[in-house]
């Protein structure tokens, strides 16, 4: 089993930038793929980003490309999602979550351990 502890989310203004952290223990992960998810008030979990832990080959959904990059850190056991240009709608919980089976999907029932999340809010 993977723990997973996020932080770094608080509230900014639109247009600030944010590093999200997560940090993993419990297990080497260089098998998994890792990902971030968010989920605003009244919504479904959405696929944000994910990176294979062994390769670093990273995938984003179509609303934060170019604009949120995911990275991780090895050595550390600790995943990162670089937000910038943040806009109100990227206000939601922040969670990090892993896919052990690598299965590529989107969906959050694809992904198992997951932390318990951070808040991040953008003013307008």
């Known amino acids: 089993q993977v723990q997973l502890v996020e932080s770094g989310g608080r509230l900014v203004q639109a247009g600030d930038s944010l590093r999200l952290s997560c940090a993993a223990s419990?297990?080497?992960?260089?098998?998994?793929?890792m990902g971030w998810f968010r989920q605003a008030p009244g919504k479904e979990r959405e696929f944000v980003a994910a990176?294979?832990?062994?390769?670093?080959?990273?995938r984003y959904s179509a609303s934060v490309m170019d604009r949120f990059t995911i990275s991780r850190d090895a050595a550390n056991n600790t995943l990162y999602l670089q937000m910038n240009s943040l806009k109100p709608e990227d206000t939601a919980v922040y969670y990090c979550?892993?896919?052990?089976?690598?299965?590529?999907?989107?969906?959050?029932?694809?992904?198992?351990?997951w932390g318990q999340g951070t808040q991040v809010t953008v003013s307008s």
């Open positions: 990176i294979l832990w062994s390769t670093g080959i990273t």
């Open positions: 979550a892993v896919d052990r089976w690598r299965t590529g999907s989107r969906s959050s029932a694809a992904f198992t351990s």
């Open positions: 419990g297990r080497n992960l260089i098998t998994y793929e």
